[in-house]
C-alpha cells in the first residue's frame, strides 16, 4: 500500500472513496485498546462504586458525542482536516488555535497509549519470561510501540484504515475473553484503598468522573473527526448517514473499552494504579492475550493520533511534509512518555491532562459549530487553502489572517474554563461559584460561545458566513450534496 501524499490540501473528489462504514470501523478498532480502557479505571479510583461508574462514564460519553458529532459533517464539506476548516471562522491564520488544541490533544493521549500499553507489556512479559521491570526495560518497549505507531502513521489513513478494520474484530474478541477471564473476581463495591469519594462527597467526585472519564472521550475528537470525514464524498453519503455512523463508531468506540476497564478495576481491585493490578490479576492463560490487546490496540489507537499529529503540525509549518512533521511530533510524543513514566503518578497525569484539554479545547468546538450552522455547511475550499499555499487574501482572510471576535471568544472562554478547573495540584479560582464542582468544560464552552454570538450578531462577514452571504461558484464548495 503506497504512502499517503497529502497534508491538509484539499482532498480531490476521486480520492474520495471511504464511507460511513469505514468511519464506524476507524472509530471503533482504533478506540479498543488500553489507551482508552484505562480511562475507565478513573471512577474507581476516584472512589466511585460500580454503578455511579458505569452511570457517569455512560452520561459524560452521551453528552460528550451530542457535541462533537457534528463536527464531522464539517470535513464532509471542506474536504480538508477541522483545523484548517476553522479559518471559516477563525480566519486562514487564526485557524491554527486548532493546529494547536488539536496537537496537544493528540499529543497527550498518544503518549498515554503508549505509557500505560508498555507498562502492561513489561508487566506481562514479567510474569512469562521473568523480564525485569527496570528503566531499561521499559524504555526498549516504550521505544518498540512507539517505532510501530510511527509506521502506521507516516503511511497514512489508508494503512491505519485497514489496520482499523482487523483491530475492530480482534480487540473485541480479545476484551470478551477478558470479561471470562476477570469474572472470578468482580466487585460492584467501591474499592476502600481509595479512602473514600476523592472530592470529600459523592455528587462532587461522580461530576468529575462524568468529565474526566465519559466526556473527555468525545472531545478528544473535536479536531480528529475531519481527518477521516474529509476521505467521504458528500455525493455519495448523505450528512445524516454519516453522523449518524460517527454517533455509532464514538459510542461504541468509547463505552465499550472504558466499561471493560471499570470492570477489570473492580475485578482487579485496582484502586490506586491500574496497570500492575490488570497483570497481576490475570490468569495466566489471558497473559498472550492481554500482551496482544497491549501492542496491537495501542499501536492502532496511538498511530491514528500521531497521524493526526502530523496533520497539525503541517497546518502550523507549511513548508514541512506530513511525513517530517510525524517523524518529529513522534520524538516529542515520545519523551512525554518517559516524562509520565517518572515524573507523574497515572491518576493525576491523566486527571490534569484532559480536564486542562476538555476546557480549552471545547470553546473551540462551539464556535466551529456555530459557524457551520451559520453558514449551512457552505464553504469558500479555496479561500480555506490561502495560509498552506503561502499566499494572501480571500473571503476567510478577515484582518491580516485573524478572525479577532472568534479568537477572542475562544481565548476568554479557554481562560475562564482553566479558572474553574479542579485538579489534583491545582484549583481555579471560579470553583467557589460553583460550589467547588468542576464545570470548567460547560463555563468554557458558554462563555465562548456566547461571546461569539454577541460580537458577531448582525455581521456575517465578521461571522465567517461571507461564502452564503456572496457565493461564487469558482471558489465556493462546488462539491455536489446528497439530500437526506
Known amino acids: 500500500m503506497p504512502m499517503e501524499q497529502r497534508g ?79 479559518g471559516a471562522q477563525f480566519g486562514v491564520r487564526g485557524r491554527l488555535v486548532g493546529s494547536v488544541v488539536g496537537l496537544l ?112 472521550g468525545p472531545i478528544a475528537f473535536i479536531t480528529l473527526l475531519g481527518d477521516y470525514t474529509r476521505y467521504i464524498s458528500p455525493a455519495r453519503h448523505s450528512s445524516r448517514r454519516v453522523l449518524h455512523a460517527t454517533w455509532l463508531g464514538l459510542i461504541l468506540g468509547l463505552l465499550v473499552p472504558q466499561l471493560f476497564g471499570t470492570f477489570t478495576s473492580y475485578a482487579a481491585r485496582a484502586a490506586l494504579d491500574y496497570a500492575g493490578p490488570l497483570v497481576d490479576a490475570s490468569p495466566t492463560w489471558y497473559l498472550l492475550p492481554l500482551l496482544l490487546a497491549a501492542s496491537a490496540g495501542s499501536v492502532g489507537n496511538a498511530g491514528l493520533m500521531l497521524y493526526s499529529m502530523g496533520l497539525d503540525l503541517d497546518a502550523i509549518l507549511p513548508r514541512a511534509s506530513r511525513a517530517r512533521a510525524t517523524y518529529a511530533v513522534a520524538v516529542v510524543a515520545t519523551a ?65 489572517g485573524w478572525n479577532v471576535p472568534a479568537t477572542v471568544s475562544w481565548a476568554l472562554g479557554a481562560t475562564v474554563g482553566v479558572l474553574a478547573v479542579s485538579l489534583p495540584s491545582y484549583e481555579g479560582p471560579l470553583l467557589g461559584l460553583t460550589g467547588g464542582v468542576d464545570c470548567s468544560f460547560l463555563l468554557s464552552g458558554l462563555v465562548g460561545g456566547l461571546l461569539y454570538l454577541l460580537l458577531t450578531v448582525g455581521d456575517r462577514a465578521a461571522a465567517g458566513e461571507r461564502a452564503v452571504a456572496n457565493p461564487n461558484p469558482e471558489s465556493a464548495t462546488a462539491l455536489p450534496v446528497k439530500a437526506d
Not at 69 to 81: V, Y
Not at 378 to 392: M, T
Open 8 to 86: 491538509v490540501d484539499t482532498i480531490p473528489e476521486e480520492e474520495r472513496t471511504s464511507g460511513p462504514r469505514d468511519l464506524v470501523s476507524i472509530l471503533l478498532g482504533s478506540n479498543l485498546c488500553l489507551g482508552v480502557i484505562v480511562f475507565g479505571w478513573l471512577p474507581p479510583a476516584f472512589g466511585l462504586d460500580w454503578w455511579s461508574s458505569v452511570s457517569s462514564i455512560v452520561l459524560g460519553t452521551l453528552v460528550g458525542t451530542a457535541l462533537t458529532a457534528p463536527l464531522a459533517l464539517i470535513s464532509l464539506r471542506t474536504a480538508t482536516n477541522l483545523s484548517t476548516s476553522s
Open 105 to 216: 490533544l493528540a499529543l497527550g493521549y498518544t503518549a498515554l497509549t503508549v505509557w500505560i500499553g508498555g507498562d502492561v507489556m513489561v508487566g506481562v512479559l514479567g510474569r512469562l519470561f521473568g523480564l525485569p521491570a527496570s528503566g531499561v526495560s521499559h524504555g526498549v518497549v516504550y521505544g518498540l510501540l512507539a517505532a510501530a505507531t510511527v509506521v502506521g502513521a507516516v503511511y497514512g489513513y489508508r494503512v491505519l484504515l485497514a489496520l482499523s478494520r482487523v483491530l475492530a474484530i480482534g480487540m473485541t474478541a480479545l476484551l470478551l475473553l477478558g470479561v471470562f477471564a476477570y469474572a472470578p473476581h468482580f466487585t460492584t463495591d467501591a474499592l476502600p484503598e481509595t479512602g473514600g469519594y476523592l472530592l470529600g462527597g459523592f455528587w462532587p467526585t461522580w461530576l468529575l468522573a462524568a468529565v474526566a472519564a465519559g466526556l473527555s
Open 336 to 400: 512525554c512518555v518517559f516524562v509520565g513514566h517518572y515524573a507523574s503518578s497515572a491518576q493525576d497525569a491523566m486527571t490534569s491532562f484532559v480536564l486542562l484539554l476538555t476546557a480549552i479545547g471545547t470553546p473551540w468546538a462551539v464556535i466551529t459549530l456555530i459557524g457551520f450552522a451559520r453558514c449551512r455547511g457552505v464553504y469558500d475550499v479555496e479561500a480555506l487553502q490561502v495560509f498552506n499555499r503561502r499566499a494572501r487574501g480571500g473571503i476567510y482572510w478577515f484582518r491580516a
